[in-house]
């Protein structure tokens, strides 16, 4: 099973500052998926990157995949109170038909 | 129209109790997974299923059984329950895999307590 490493565990940070999520593994990614979860709520979709060196936008969400396919970052620019939740980052493939391994997660709060 | 729902959103029992989280989902997905996530917020599969057919069992404790009655429905019960089962219990769903691009979709969760 592929063991995904995602830091920081925790981040506290004001509104209007920037911030970057990391996602690693010592095995190369088939595909890495970032959801987003808020309390209470179940996981939701963010983004899927595939290829090594992909970047990916989503609004004030940057998406980034490493050349070598093993690593994975999330920026947020200009973090509002609305982006706080835990952020997860999930790896598809193997032999296992659907299966999703998460990282830890990281829990962000972002304080008006 | 709520895509994948599941019910009850909040369960407290006693240890021993045997009990059930249903799911359904109304995406039209083949596929349906079941997912434990603990206090420390990791999220660990448990089962999937794949138009009725067990596909993955990961390591889960035979207390743990689910049961696919048709492809929009997943349901899992719980025998003989015990203080380490308190957890939230997501239900997910996708469309049949293919590659590894597919896109899961959760419900709102089940958080269990046993005391």
């Known amino acids: 099973t592929q063991l995904l490493e995602q830091s920081p565990q925790f981040l506290s940070i004001q509104e209007g500052e920037n911030l970057t999520v990391y996602c690693n593994s010592s095995?190369?990614?088939?595909?890495l998926q970032w959801y987003r979860q808020e309390p209470g709520e179940g996981p939701v979709l963010l983004v899927t990157?595939?290829?090594?060196?992909e970047v990916k936008k989503l609004k004030r969400l940057t998406f980034q995949f490493g050349d070598a396919r093993k690593d994975s970052s999330l920026h947020i620019t200009a973090a509002q109170p609305g982006d706080t939740g835990l952020y997860l980052c999930a790896s598809a493939g193997g032999t296992s038909y659907g299966k999703l391994t998460f990282g830890q997660g990281t829990i962000l709060t972002v304080h008006p | 129209d709520t895509a994948v729902s599941q019910t009850p959103k909040y369960l407290v029992t006693q240890m021993g109790n045997d009990k059930s989280i249903k799911c359904e989902q109304n995406?039209?997905?083949?596929?349906m997974y079941w997912y434990k996530q603990d206090s420390k917020k990791f999220l660990k599969i448990m089962f999937s299923y794949n138009n009725k057919e067990l596909i993955i069992n990961e390591t889960v404790p035979n207390r743990f059984s689910p049961k696919s009655p048709d492809k929009a429905h997943l349901n899992l019960h719980i025998n003989s329950l015990e203080l380490g089962d308190s957890a939230v219990y997501f239900c997910?769903?996708?469309?049949?895999?293919?590659?590894?691009?597919?896109?899961?979709?959760f419900g709102p969760g089940t958080r269990l307590t046993v005391t």
């Open positions: 995406l039209g997905h083949d596929t």
């Open positions: 990157v595939v290829t090594g060196g």
């Open positions: 997910a769903s996708s469309q049949r895999p293919v590659g590894t691009t597919y896109e899961q979709y």
């Open positions: 095995s190369v990614f088939s595909s």
